[in-house]
């Protein structure tokens, strides 16, 4: 196992130091700038009036109560927004999607008209004060039954739509397939569903939209991820009526939390800066946490039936998936354009087998639009859930051990790269390694034993594993496009005379660290201290173009970037030095910080020196200055991997579970900051136990949402979420300039089916072979009553 | 969120807040914690036209020991109750209920008084002032009455409080012999309103016999709910496993929970009958 | 509806508004006194980014009337350091990577004030409990529960406990 490597000094403070975070001085003494904290002269507050009901014609909307409001300056309806041919907008997934209706809404919660106000409180009365005029219909809310016959046609606005079917698509060989499990010893099927969920950032959305009508100029703050690509995205809906892309500046200033809700455009963005194009005003609008949670993109809701097919003795040979995706109103998911199920089809796992096939269909409903890859590289975790899951039931019928059975179908290490039977050419793993390294943190023998003890007393407790393989960094930009733009990414790095650096990326971290980790990418490959390093991200004035930060992308593509510009920027060094030293460069050797003659170390020229030197006396013939972008077109995507394994402990009586111990063992390639990784590790396993023992958006047939609040929506506290055990192998992309991987996600991807493994693992003697997510003790308590198990 | 306007007056004495409550009428609401009635205010379920806040009135707050019981005052802070330790050594069910109800940042500023005044089954409060058998003191233009715990809880988040008056405190009596209590209940996650929860006290005399049994039920019914038939079969008996199995069926038969996102009435029934008899047991061992 | 006059001490500093009755505490902090370092995140006093200290003790300040507080003490985040440097609280989250997004991490400290001040040698337990009204989405709690440690032992004098990464 490759141990952490740190190839420069503490003080320089490059790869494998974990250096403290450069940002938190400002987040500790309360002086992170949010886009609430942005106060702009003689600015007005927009509030939003929403519709109660999932489908329904608006009849009318009467504004003249709320303009009799103190404070009211106007009501915006989608009629006024149609006068400017602005009442409807793209989805990322081309798809439309209503700014402001006109006739019809579509889900609860849809926006129906803007208040806009000199305060915050004069909008909130404005608001209540709107009287609208509602003809409720009866909404599609179960995506099974979107496609019967006698559905209403969801979408008539769209040309020849005569049903309320969105895309089918297909990965794998079908016949294949098809044929393997035919003659297969042992074929297990599960249905399951991945739960609609929320990201619920503590951070709502919100923007300030402040256009100026003397020099034809709009700043635009706002609550996004991808500053870049809103910018023409706004440039492509604004642009007839002159707003025009340079005269765009998009703020993404500190976020409180992204986790793949801030890279949509909603409607609230798009109506304030209509409000301020019309009035000349500054608008500012922020969501309250029931307007976040019930219109706002969800994510998941994929309804998955997934079989795999082997051998009596546990060789997995085939696996099949087919996909219902819900997606609300309209597709807004934010995936690369030609991937409509994003990545699902990494679902063939980290297991040795050929065939695989995969089918998802797509149908609207009347619920709000999604689905956001919720801190997943785009539909991973449904992904991983099933086929971890189904390994689980396939261990079960062939009456293997689940870690020995992962362990014999692993794909070996020295079989990397490998092709995969959805076409990914995995670039490097070690699973067998990642799974040991579990097995022995966790104890794993003496807890089999354990269970059997306890077992035969009446207690249960259960074991589960995960082996999850994560596919980020998108993207190639053959395959990957968002509306066109390739998925490439960008750093530049320009050195002041002093060495002291500014670093900007089209990345926009929302809490990864990136003002520190950038740094540090720089220090490994120029030398100078991460300390002296300033990041910069998310103003479009300043940044290099770039497609922002989610899909744990940021290290694969920026970070890449980051060192491949330093990388140029060293090249540069190594002329200057050589001037300077008066040898050629061959003569030169390198060393964190500095370039002396082999053989004659004290003839050296530190980094420094060499960057003066490129403003004061430069060679002849060479530009002046030290300064270097580079943007970043991956050769392939990464593929970090992970073993997990959870213990849990289930009250017979009550049906309570207890996670007793969680060891999440991750391969990331090289750590940049072992801290921040770990950290990353952390948060994403609580927000894995989120969906897998509390979290789901609740809708009731008429398409009321039951769970609209954070008193009903269950996001866990400090006390369900437990102690997490961390750990870490290393085997470093062979692609990437500096091995890394990308790491956010992948605990998130993991979590969920370990935790839900253990959960069946412990009442597989009662003969339960499947829970859905999220696995409540109430819902486990009538699984238990339905197969006798608890009086 | 923000509430709709409202006047606010924030008295000094109880008297000038009772005459305030006689002036503004129904269009009065008493701020007490705040804790239930602003957050309904800000998703305007509830919009008072006026607010009396009754946390600038001295003495309302205090936990006492006298004689024969504990007298706590309607403003005393859930906080208060959970560091009492006076409070906490006589009757551990009030450590228990306290980790449970909110946070600690809600238990700053929620009452006990308010707690109750709320009329909600779904706080902790109202089963064990049950269990405990107190009685809640109610101040009025006619001076202050004394309503047995039996007789607080009308129906939905109604109670024996009048528009004109002001719940003020409320009385604990000690129960001889050896004694202990007990609460859970089943929550979500922590803070949340409960599943299910039962809260118990029970008394036993030198040779072990049950000589008091209070046992209160919270949010499986429509009102607070007292375990009556559950306290019957205990009080008098020896506590025998048996005995206490059978006192926690009939609290599960006798609740009327109503399914919800908590769970079903199957489930919440289990749950009763489950808590019922495991708080019985720590209640028991507990006594002294 | 009669606008009221209140006074507040903010972080020590003195201030007097002429307020609606309604407002809410945290717009009271945020929007008339300009400091912006208290977050709302939830609205329904569930989460406690809006925590501060109100006469020492935590709460919710979106669940509290601006009227509330007159003639009171107002702690936010920007009170938390003095002259000497940084509270140990905000050290301790430094050091121990407690905050990702930073968003949750001022209501988080104020909360932890109060804690510590209860009870200066908490077992992790009682720090999971003692923060359980503040929600954190980025860090899984691990390192907030460390960050607390780390300010305890600190303000207690006691030893300092590792600041790095427990990795297996």
């Known amino acids: 196992m490759t141990k952490i490597r740190c190839k420069t000094s503490k003080e320089i403070g490059g790869m494998g130091h974990s250096m403290k975070r450069k940002e938190d001085a400002r987040f500790i003494q309360g002086k992170g700038n949010y886009v609430d904290d942005v106060k702009l002269p003689g600015m007005l507050y927009m509030d939003i009036v929403r519709s109660p009901y999932a489908y329904a014609k608006i009849k009318n909307i009467n504004s003249e109560e709320a303009l009799k409001v103190p404070g009211v300056v106007a009501v915006v309806t989608g009629r006024d927004l149609e006068k400017y041919n602005l009442h409807w907008m793209p989805t990322l997934m081309s798809d439309t999607q209503m700014v402001l209706p006109t006739d019809t809404v579509m889900y609860q919660a849809q926006e129906v008209a803007a208040v806009i106000a000199t305060s915050r409180y004069a909008a909130r009365d404005g608001k209540e004060a709107v009287m609208v005029d509602y003809e409720p219909m009866k909404p599609v809310i179960d995506a099974h039954k979107s496609l019967d016959a006698d559905a209403p046609i969801l979408r008539p606005d769209k040309e020849g739509k005569t049903d309320n079917h969105i895309w089918h698509w297909e990965a794998g060989d079908k016949e294949a397939t098809d044929k393997v499990f035919n003659e297969a010893d042992v074929v297990v099927k599960q249905d399951m569903y991945i739960p609609r969920i929320h990201v619920a950032s503590i951070e709502t959305c919100g923007c300030v939209a402040n256009y100026n009508k003397v020099d034809n100029h709009l700043t635009m703050y706002m609550t996004t991820q991808a500053p870049h690509a809103i910018r023409t995205v706004i440039a492509l809906v604004a642009g007839h009526v002159g707003l025009t892309e340079e005269k765009i500046r998009v703020i993404s200033p500190d976020i409180g939390g992204g986790f793949g809700g801030k890279v949509p455009v909603y409607p609230g963005y798009v109506i304030a800066i209509a409000v301020s194009f019309l009035t000349g005003a500054p608008i500012k609008w922020i969501e309250d946490r029931t307007e976040n949670l019930q219109a706002d993109s969800f994510a998941r809701d994929y309804h998955i039936n997934v079989e795999m097919a082997g051998t009596k003795d546990g060789k997995i040979q085939a696996t099949r998936f087919k996909v219902l995706a819900d997606h609300g109103y309209t597709d807004a998911s934010a995936n690369p354009s030609k991937f409509p199920t994003g990545l699902f089809s990494i679902g063939t796992g980290s297991y040795d087998y050929n065939n695989a096939f995969m089918e998802a269909d797509a149908v609207y409903t009347n619920k709000p639009p999604g689905g956001v890859a919720y801190r997943c590289s785009f539909r991973v975790t449904e992904a991983v859930h099933a086929i971890e899951r189904i390994t689980d039931r396939f261990a079960m019928e062939v009456g293997k051990d689940p870690a020995q059975l992962r362990m014999e179908n692993f794909i070996k290490k020295e079989d990397f790269p490998w092709k995969s039977p959805t076409g990914w050419e995995y670039d490097s793993g070690d699973y067998h390694a990642g799974l040991k390294l579990a097995m022995d943190t966790v104890g794993y023998d003496d807890l089999r034993k354990e269970q059997l003890e306890k077992r035969a007393k009446g207690e249960w407790m259960g074991i589960g594993i995960s082996t999850f393989t994560e596919i980020v960094g998108a993207g190639p930009s053959k395959d990957f496009d968002i509306l066109g733009i390739k998925m490439f990414d960008s750093a530049e790095i320009r050195v002041h005379p002093t060495g002291k650096a500014i670093a900007r990326f089209g990345t926009k971290s929302q809490g990864q660290g990136h003002e520190t980790t950038y740094a540090q990418i720089v220090a490994e490959e120029l030398g100078i201290p991460a300390e002296h390093i300033q990041v910069e991200e998310g103003d479009t004035d300043t940044a290099p173009y770039g497609l922002g930060t989610y899909a744990s992308r940021s290290t694969p593509t920026a970070g890449a970037a980051a060192a491949m510009a330093a990388r140029k920027l060293r090249e540069k060094a190594k002329k200057i030095a050589a001037y300077l030293l008066e040898v050629s460069e061959e003569d030169l050797e390198w060393e964190p910080g500095k370039f002396f003659v082999k053989g004659a170390p004290e003839k050296v020229k530190t980094i420094q020196e060499i960057v003066f030197a490129s403003y004061t006396n430069h060679p002849p013939g060479m530009e002046a200055g030290f300064e270097a972008t580079h943007y970043y077109d991956p050769p392939n995507l990464t593929f970090p991997s992970g073993a997990y394994i959870c213990v849990v402990d289930i009250d017979p009586e009550t049906a309570d579970i207890k996670v007793r111990r969680f060891v999440a063992i991750d391969d990331c390639g090289h750590i940049i900051n072992p801290m921040i990784v770990q950290g990353q590790v952390h948060g994403g396993l609580t927000q894995g136990i989120a969906p897998a023992m509390y979290e789901e958006l609740i809708y009731d047939e008429d398409g009321n949402i039951l769970n609209g609040t954070l008193m009903d929506y269950l996001v866990p506290t400090a006390v369900e979420s437990p102690n997490w055990e961390t750990g870490h192998t290393i085997t470093p992309s062979p692609h990437h300039p500096i091995g890394a991987k990308g790491v956010g996600e992948s605990p998130t991807v993991g979590a969920p089916p370990a935790i839900a493994n253990a959960i069946v693992d412990a009442v597989s003697h009662l003969g339960i072979k499947h829970l859905d997510i999220p696995i409540t003790p109430f819902k486990l308590f009538k699984k238990l009553k339905e197969v006798g198990a608890i009086s | 969120m923000i509430p709709a306007n409202f006047d606010y007056s924030a008295p000094s004495t109880l008297d000038e807040a009772l005459s305030l409550l006689q002036e503004h009428g129904d269009e009065a609401k008493i701020l007490a914690g705040g804790h239930s009635l602003i957050p309904m205010m800000k998703l305007r379920f509830a919009s008072p036209a006026h607010l009396i806040d009754i946390n600038n009135i001295p003495d309302l707050s205090s936990i006492k020991e006298e004689g024969d019981s504990f007298h706590l005052g309607a403003m005393t802070r859930e906080s208060d109750v959970e560091h009492s330790e006076a409070l906490t050594g006589a009757f551990p069910i009030f450590a228990d209920v306290t980790k449970l109800i909110a946070d600690p940042q809600v238990r700053n500023m929620g009452t006990i008084g308010g707690n109750l005044a709320h009329g909600d089954a779904a706080n902790d409060h109202p089963a064990v002032m049950m269990a405990l058998n107190a009685s809640v003191e109610i101040t009025g233009p006619e001076g202050t009455r004394t309503v047995g715990i039996d007789e607080f809880f009308f129906g939905f988040y109604m109670t024996a409080v009048q528009p004109n008056e002001i719940l003020t405190g409320i009385s604990i009596p000690k129960q001889r012999g050896k004694v202990g209590s007990a609460y859970h209940k089943a929550e979500r996650k922590v803070g949340d309103y409960a599943t299910a929860g039962v809260a118990v006290q029970i008394a036993t005399d030198a040779d072990g016999k049950c000589t008091y049994a209070g046992i209160g039920l919270t949010n499986v019914n429509a009102v607070p709910m007292r375990a009556k038939r559950s306290e019957e079969a205990l009080v008098g008996s020896d506590l025998s496993d048996e005995l206490i199995a059978q006192a926690a069926m009939m609290a599960s038969e006798d609740c009327n929970p109503s399914a919800d996102l908590r769970g079903d009435e199957e489930y919440k029934r289990h749950l009763v009958k489950v808590i019922t008899k495991r708080m019985i047991h720590k209640a028991i061992q507990r006594a002294k | ?168």
């Open chain 3, 1 to 168: 509806m009669t606008m009221k006059k209140i006074t507040v001490k903010l972080n020590g500093a003195e201030h007097s508004a002429e307020v609606e009755p309604r407002l809410l505490l945290v717009h009271l902090i945020r929007e008339n006194l300009n400091a912006t370092g208290t977050h709302i995140g939830c609205d329904t006093s569930n989460c406690g980014a809006c925590t501060i200290l109100l006469n020492g003790k935590s709460v919710k300040s979106c669940t509290v009337l601006a009227v509330q507080a007159d003639g009171k003490e107002i702690t936010t985040v920007e009170g938390l350091a003095t002259a000497e440097g940084l509270h140990p609280l905000q050290e301790g989250f430094k050091e121990n990577h407690g905050l990702h997004c930073g968003f949750c991490t001022p209501g988080m400290m104020l909360r932890a004030v109060e804690l510590l001040e209860n009870n200066p040698n908490p077992t992790e337990e009682e720090i999971r409990w003692g923060i359980s009204g503040n929600l954190c989405r980025c860090t899984g709690y691990n390192n907030i529960v460390k960050a607390i440690q780390y300010a305890g032992a600190k303000i207690r004098g006691d030893e300092l406990p590792s600041t790095e990464p427990e990795f297996v």
